[in-house]
């Protein structure tokens, strides 16, 4: 399995609120309208909390709030069944043009310099 994992960051000028409702009520369907094309597997949307929510776990872990990392404001994962899968939805025009409303959208509400992505290959370890 093969699964983009993208790491989320609103464009400063959006509250969470309203990033996330955009992710999910805009963004998710645009998504799910072109998994076909893309031949996704699946498509998960993970939503942060407040932060304050998140400020014990992350201080135990960090040694204090001012050297923890930034949280993300959401985590996207997308699947693939193969290698193979990703590269024949990416290099098929119908992928491409997927891959391109997608992109426009995204730069709507994710600010692309403080959200990194990367793909990866799933290893389960249970369940």
Not at 10 to 29: G, I, M, S, V
Not at 46 to 53: D, I, T, V
Request: aromatic content about 12%; proline content about 4%; hydrophobic content about 45%.
């Amino acid at each position: 399995m093969i699964k983009l994992t993208f790491c989320l960051t609103r464009l400063p000028a959006l509250t969470l609120a309203e990033f996330q409702d955009y992710w999910w009520n805009k963004h998710a369907p645009l998504v799910a309208s072109h998994r076909g094309a893309l031949r996704i597997k699946r498509y998960v949307q993970m939503h942060s909390w407040e932060a304050h929510l998140s400020d014990g776990i992350r201080e135990a872990r960090g040694g204090g709030l001012d050297k923890a990392p930034a949280i993300y404001d959401g985590v996207a994962q997308l699947w693939w069944e193969s290698a193979e899968d990703l590269a024949a939805a990416l290099a098929s025009p119908e992928g491409t043009e997927a891959g391109r409303q997608l992109y426009e959208d995204e730069a709507k509400f994710i600010d692309f310099t403080k959200s990194p992505l990367w793909f990866g290959e799933e290893k389960v370890v249970f369940g």
